[in-house]
């Protein structure tokens, strides 16, 4: 008895079967590896369709994204398809298209002879083409629909159980996407909206302050001691200084870091008008960037150094020059010095001893930034360098 052998043209269409199945598998981790890298929603759009029709043998293939308001598909991304077609063309969403029954039904579509097909007319996007036959599955994304995935053919083969197990697969991959392209959606709104919050908050908050020092400012002109006028003033600058922080803050457009030298440059413009017997001379660097916090310790600083120049160094003396310098020092460093060339201090001055309250909130900012203070004699004059971290 002699054993029967397969044709071999049999053979070849196991082999070419085997072989598409090993393809399939591969697309599927292709794009599972693109999904998991994080590529751009509409390039994986795009490679899915591409890939699906790829691993199918089929000429087209199309995601078509549901749009509710029009009950419509939209061909968001699509292979195949004639200029013009993929981000325009849109097909109904009902149950009387394939692609519809898919969507509202959830169930995939095989039809493997569209012009005998009695379920569901053929959509004119797919007669244009010469398609012959369709296969869908809906796209579902957070418990949501977001449309469908289809392949279509020209061709006389048939869709087979296995190409609809491919077809799926790939539909899974795609929604995980458009799960997590919601999500990114949905957490990018909320920082949005965070941070107008946030922006609202500052904005209030200075105007808040803002009233604030003018409130001590009238009350200093009112109050007719002139030794608790200049308390007031004192109090009120300090406020102001804060307050143009968060008016920075308002108009920037990061809220956690600020630029230390434009900080400076506001708080120094703002002293130069009120106190009239000095002139105030900033030359500071710009693109420094510290913490909000740290820079409104060191803008406080900054705010009673020059203050306390304009007060003891020159006594009321008109024509008086105040130096502010703000500028790196080295690489992970940052120099703040204020000069005056006044009476210089008396020569029994230490700081430790020091009962000023400016000099009290000079020392207190200093150690909470981890700095050091370096007091110079000049001739004439005094300069005060302030070294901190950045």
Same mark, same amino acid.
């Given at each position: ?6 044709? *071999? ?125 369709? #296969? ?32 799926? *697969? ?5 929604? #995980? ?23 609202? #908050? ?47 803050? +308002? ?97 029994? +001055? ?8 400016? #000099?009290?909130?000079?020392?207190? +900012? ?25």
């Amino acid at each position: 008895m002699v054993e029967s052998k397969p044709a *071999g043209g049999a053979s070849d269409l196991t082999l070419r079967a085997l072989q598409q199945r090993i393809r399939q598998q591969e697309i599927l981790a292709e794009l599972g590896v693109t999904a998991l890298q994080g590529a751009s929603f509409d390039t994986l759009l795009a490679d899915t369709a591409r890939l699906t029709a790829e691993g199918l043998r089929a000429e087209f293939c199309k995601v078509l994204e549901y749009i509710p308001s029009e009950n419509e598909l939209l061909v968001r991304a699509g292979v195949g398809w004639h200029p013009g077609i993929v981000g325009t063309a849109r097909i109904g969403a009902d149950l009387a298209s394939p692609a519809g029954f898919a969507l509202r039904t959830g169930k995939p579509v095989i039809s493997n002879h569209l012009e005998n097909e009695e379920r569901f007319r053929t959509p004119e996007i797919l007669r244009q083409h010469g398609i012959h036959r369709a #296969m869908n599955v809906i796209l579902q994304g957070d418990g949501r629909a977001f449309g469908v995935l289809e392949v279509d053919s020209r061709s006389e083969d048939e869709f087979v159980e296995h190409d609809l197990a491919f077809l799926q *697969g790939t539909a899974n991959i795609l929604g #995980m996407a458009i799960e997590r392209d919601r999500h990114e959606h949905n957490l990018k709104a909320a920082l949005e909206r965070h941070q107008v919050l946030l922006k609202e #908050m500052n904005h209030r908050v200075k105007n808040s302050l803002m009233i604030v020092s003018s409130l001590l400012q009238l009350q200093g002109s009112a109050v007719g001691d002139p030794a608790l006028t200049a308390h007031l003033a004192e109090a009120s600058h300090r406020v102001s200084a804060v307050a143009k922080a968060h008016d920075q803050l +308002f108009h920037g457009s990061d809220i956690e870091r600020m630029d230390l030298g434009k900080y400076v440059e506001t708080i120094c413009k703002d002293l130069d008008a009120s106190v009239a017997h000095c002139v105030i001379h900033a030359d500071v660097q710009h693109e420094i960037e510290i913490s909000t916090d740290r820079a409104i310790s060191a803008a406080l600083i900054v705010n009673e150094l020059i203050t306390n120049a304009a007060k003891y160094a020159y006594k009321q003396r008109p024509g008086g020059k105040i130096w502010i310098t703000v500028a790196g020092a080295g690489k992970d460093k940052l120099s703040i010095s204020v000069r005056d060339e006044g009476t210089g201090l008396p020569p029994d +001055f230490d700081l430790k001893k020091s009962k000023g309250l400016g #000099m009290r909130i000079i020392t207190a +900012f200093v150690k909470q930034l981890n700095g050091t203070l370096d007091i110079r004699a000049r001739n004439p004059g005094t300069e005060f360098v302030v070294t901190i971290p950045r």
